[in-house]
């Protein structure tokens, strides 16, 4: 909310600098977003008077006039405005003035006459609305004076909560600077003189539903003349941040601005009957709002109606209709109390949501409405002439008692952490209008038990304690936040300076250890960019495009203990955009997308991660799973004079795998070509898996190159490589501990075996044969060479394993090795292999 | 063979091997030498091999001259041999020279993205006053976004938090992490402290400080005795420890409808340090969080008894955090992965 200080010191006297004002403020909960200071833009604008007004002797729409700004020589000013005459006083801006906007005024020649300067309008000066006329300023307006010292301001942002609709006003928040400063504050003058025929006899209003409009006040004002409200007026509201109209729908501006209370005018000639009707839209009924939308009005719709039909949506806006206008003669005034859920749905309804529905959701204070009615009636009678009508029609004047709050002072000091006695924290609430009632009777008469509201809302809970330890709140009609004993800790803390609340570290039991469900995720996080690659993190939300053309024709199979990914894509129903409408169901979008988007920015290499999840709904449940992704785009190794350059393959994916594997204590993983996946080179890609020995799978996912037709789609040149993983542990996992064997003192035996096989054979199946056929005593097996050509035919390789064997307790003998590796090469064999020697 | 000629042999073999250990051009020529003169099958062997026709009386004359002669052509040799290996080693070590300004052969360098990382490093700096990490999930329910956090359907609060819907009714995707403490609270018994780190959604167009992804992190404390004074000494550790000892810190008044009494904590500004700058809005303070006292309608959606237990919880953005600790001004960055900002973080 906008605060201007010049309107909020009419109603409390401040003497803090803005600045000072605002940490006050800011301190007390109603931060202070910015202070703006009005004015500073106008230099060199002062006050003149006009001495004469002629006609400009070479055009006839343009003025000359003569201005004095109090000394030395009049200064001819040329001027195309019509509204000025001889002895008004107007601002001057002077040769080298700058207005609002950065706009210069410099002396120049217009049509033969030099103008040494520019008369302004009130939106010139951003003052007011008024852009056809100069701004007219008071006859005792001092000359000379610089207009920034008359009328500069400054503006407060103030960030109002939701709970607290009360202090969106400038006399609700004049009511906590009181509260601080101690300063004492003064109301707005709703008193009205009145004449004529009552309002009773002209005005009949009608609720159907008191739960929907709680109370209606209405009043009369006849014989107005609409027309501009005054240039304070304007001024002030603008200040405000709210648009002049007109001198009545003003007034109502004014009065919500300065009370917090939505107030609406309509064009009492447009009320059929002069009957007004509160009641719920019925099925057909249409409405032109003020913003000259045509409506079909929804059944919930809360109206303003007469017998004719809808008026107005009630809180939210008036009708076109009966809106006050040029002709208008009589005005009703509108202060209601409407239900704030039904004023917020009907805003929602027809985004139509206004400072006036966003009070009206907020909730009024009941009082306001007839406040507000008279306050409004008498602006509009000052503003725009016209004769008060004598009463007010008030469906419902009685006026609610102030709530009672019962708390502990014992209570409150337990929540804060603080020692504030009970006469302290009486005397804290009573600075912000809360009494307490300490009699016996406000205890529950001569019961000694008293009920404690700890709870309100829908989960309500009371408990009953000893009268003596309580004390009752009596909170002001405005204030609709304190219900509970918590509101009324926070309040005693508030007033008390949160500064002052001790900083103590907690002294209560320990919880018990838990381990993090972040260890295992963040083990291998760290572990891949020390491996050289960059982690990145991507949206989850998806285009559906990108969600279709990245997708696994076979789910990858899961690790032990992880989420399945499956089910169908869950979509946002109310996207910011097509681009992020869907949660994503794998990585590799977002990967290739990232690739693609470096490569725009003029990149040639990516190696980058993402720990991420998948999104999906299987029946009623949804599902989110974690996997790995990771993708290799271009050379891996830095650029350097010293090593020849060369990209990324599958064996580096895979080398990362491999490195994964071993962080997490898995044996190696094993590879099975996959040549069936739409989106990878169906020749360069492999389904991954890695089992720890007892069988379970430790990590299994899918590698490979992407399918040149999908780079291209993705406008990535080369090839990428890309994987996704489920590994075990990654949604909560820890880092398996290694269990550790002296090394042997016995030395390895070393064999080599090399194996003649068609090049469709893969390797991964000879090396499975050499460790399901070498025995116990094999420690490992790598190969180590790829040979072809001659003397192998042309569809063959030979592939050489190296085999350690070792036994932990005793050198082998040549003997033991031997019937190894005559075990492996008869398999090898018998799996089609030729023993090359 | 006469004592006489074998003694000439001896010393016509010394002087001419001093002359060949003399002009052995390298090592590998005096090792030859070695062999071909003091070897098995050597020459001084093939000279002494006469001995054994001399009288026996002067055959220890001859011993001691072959001996004299063995250790002068090993001496020769010796010193002829250092003298070349010193001058080869040399030679080796000028022809392995290199030019040692020029760059070394680079590693790959990684690094982990900084969202992610300011996250860990409040869980690493809340560990220490005994909070545990738990996850929930990001699709949540309208139940435990809203209502259980005491922020009934039509609340004007509800403005506060501009809501991603799913295809289920009553499902969303959470606005913050604040749902994961009504999980927290009805399945853990207090004592409770945890941290609930995640990825979070809102309705929100985007801008230097706005995404509609981002993350936050969540913390709760609920106990029989947790005051508010302990939330603002926990949280005055927690600004020192992740902005610098001296760090001003301020305690005032927010709102939450989940916690009562509300609180925004605030840091002095890491820009200007007080004074008030365009990063801090001239204020001298930077927002880093939001916290309060877990209200009793949320505590009793826990399933604790607002009587019996207290506690407070916060939240805040990593990414902010981050923004602050870096000197970033622009939130977009975090998830626009251009490697040239995500590099930076090593």
Known sequence: ?837 | MDLAQLTRDLEDLRSEALAQAAAAPDTTAVEALEIELLGKKGRLTGVLRGIGGLPAEDRPRVGAIANAVREAIEAALRERGAALRGGELEARLRRERLDVTTPGRPLRRGSLHPSIEAMADIARIFAQFGFVVVESPEVEDDLKNFQMLNIPPDHPARDLWDTLYVDQPGNLLRTHTSPGQIRVMQSMAPPIRVLLPGRCYRYEAVDASHGFEFFQVEGLMVDEGTTLADLKGLLDQFAHAMFGAGRKTRFRPGYYPFTEPSVAFDVECLVCGGPGCPACGRTGWMTILGAGMVHPVVLQYGGLDPERYQGFAFGMGPERISMLKHGITDLRLFMDNDLRFLEQFR
């Open chain 1, 1 to 837: 909310m906008r605060v201007p200080l010049s309107w909020l010191r009419e109603y409390v006297d401040v003497e803090l600098e803005p600045e000072a004002l605002a940490e006050r403020l800011t301190l007390l909960g109603m931060e202070v977003k910015s202070i703006e200071r009005r004015g500073t833009e106008w230099r060199n604008v002062v006050v003149g008077e006009l001495l004469s007004v002629d006609r400009h002797p070479r055009a006839d729409r343009l003025s000359l006039t003569r201005v004095t700004t109090g000394g030395g020589e009049p200064l001819e000013i040329v001027c195309g405005a019509t509204n000025i005459a001889a002895g008004d006083r107007v601002p001057v801006a002077l040769p080298g003035a700058v207005l609002p906007g950065d706009r210069r005024i410099e002396r120049t020649e217009k049509m033969g006459v030099t103008s040494n300067g520019m008369l302004c309008s009130g939106d010139e000066l951003r003052l007011t609305a008024d852009a056809d006329g100069i701004l007219i300023l008071p006859a005792d307006t001092p000359l000379g004076v610089a207009l920034a010292d008359l009328y500069g301001d400054v503006v407060l942002d103030v960030d109002v909560k939701p709970n607290r609709g009360d202090a969106l006003s400038i006399v609700g928040l004049a009511r906590e600077i009181a509260a601080v400063t101690g300063a004492s504050i003064r109301f707005p003058d709703s008193t009205v003189t009145e004449a004529g025929q009552p309002t009773a006899e002209r005005l009949r209003v009608e609720v159907a539903d008191p739960a929907l409009c709680p109370r209606f006040v209405g009043r009369w004002v006849e014989g107005v003349t609409v027309g501009p409200s005054p240039a304070a007026v304007q001024m002030r509201l603008i200040a405000a941040g709210m648009r002049p109209i007109s001198n009545v729908v003003d007034a109502s501006n004014y009065v919500m601005v300065e009370l917090g209370k939505p107030i609406h005018t309509f064009d009492a000639a447009a009320v059929h009957d002069g009957r007004i009707d509160v009641r719920l839209a019925r099925p057909g009924e249409r409405l032109e709002t003020l913003d000259h939308v045509d409506r079909e009005l929804h059944p919930e719709t809360l109206l303003i109606a007469d017998p004719a039909g809808p008026l107005g949506l009630a809180g939210v806006m008036g009708g076109a209709d009966s809106e006050v206008s040029a002709g208008t003669r009589d005005v009703i005034v509108e202060s209601a109390i409407f239900d704030p859920i039904s004023i917020r749905r009907t805003a929602f309804r027809y985004a139509l949501r206004s400072e006036a529905s966003l009070r009206f959701e907020k909730g009024q204070e009941h009082r306001l409405a007839r406040i507000g009615a008279d306050r409004t009636a008498r602006l509009v009678a000052e503003w725009a002439g016209g004769t008060v009508a004598p009463g007010a029609v008030d469906t419902n004047p009685v006026e609610p008692e102030r709530g009672r709050v019962a708390f502990r002072p014992a209570r409150v000091n337990r929540l804060l952490g603080t020692a504030l006695d009970s006469t302290d924290q009486a005397a804290l609430l009573e600075r912000v209008g809360i009494e307490i009632d300490g009699s016996a009777d406000a205890r529950g008469g001569s019961a000694t038990e008293v009920q404690v509201r700890v709870a309100a809302g829908d989960r309500p809970l009371s408990v009953e304690v000893d009268a003596s330890e309580v004390l009752v709140a009596l909170v002001p009609t405005w204030r609709r936040d304190l219900e509970i004993e918590a509101d009324i800790a926070e309040e005693v803390a508030r007033i008390h300076g949160y500064e002052l609340v001790p900083s103590t570290l907690p002294s209560t039991p320990m919880p018990s250890f838990r381990s993090s469900p972040l260890e295992l995720r963040d083990g291998l996080r760290s572990a891949l960019a020390g491996a050289g690659l960059t982690e990145i993190v991507t949206h989850a939300l998806v285009a559906p495009a990108s969600l279709e053309q990245v997708r696994w024709r076979e789910p990858i199979d899961v690790a032990d203990g992880e989420t399945e990914a499956g089910g169908v894509p869950i979509t946002v129903t109310n996207p910011l955009s097509a681009d992020h409408s869907v949660l994503r169901q794998s990585l590799v979008a977002s990967l290739l997308e990232t690739v693609s988007s470096n490569a725009r920015r003029g990149r040639s290499e990516a190696a980058v991660f993402e720990v991420g999840k998948g999104y999906g709904r299987v029946g009623e449940e949804t599902r989110e799973w974690w996997r790995l992704g990771l993708a290799l785009w271009g050379p891996f190794d830095p650029p350097a004079w010293n090593r020849p350059s060369r990209d990324a393959d599958l064996d580096d994916a895979k080398g990362v795998i491999g490195y994964l594997t071993g962080v997490l204590g898995l044996p190696a993983p094993a590879y099975t070509p996959v040549p069936t996946e739409p989106n990878l080179h169906p020749g360069r890609a492999a389904e991954v898996v890695a089992r720890s020995t007892n069988g379970a799978i430790g990590l299994a996912g899918r590698v490979g190159e992407i399918h040149p037709e999908l780079a291209e789609a993705f406008e990535i040149r080369g090839r990428v490589v890309v994987a996704e993983l489920s590994v075990r542990g990654l949604s909560a996992g820890q880092l398996p501990v290694p269990r550790v064997a002296a090394p042997s003192r016995q030395p390895d035996a070393e064999r080599d075996v090399a194996v003649v096989v068609y090049e469709d054979r893969p390797s991964g199946e000879l090396e499975a044969a050499i460790r399901a056929s070498a025995g116990p005593l094999l420690r490992d097996v790598r190969l180590f060479d790829v040979y072809r050509g001659a003397p192998l035919a042309a569809e063959e390789r030979s592939l050489a394993f190296r085999l350690r064997f070792a036994a932990q307790d005793r050198t082998l003998t040549e003997s033991e090795v031997e019937a190894s590796m005559a075990a492996v090469m008869t398999s090898l064999a018998a799996a089609g292999g030729r023993i090359r020697s």
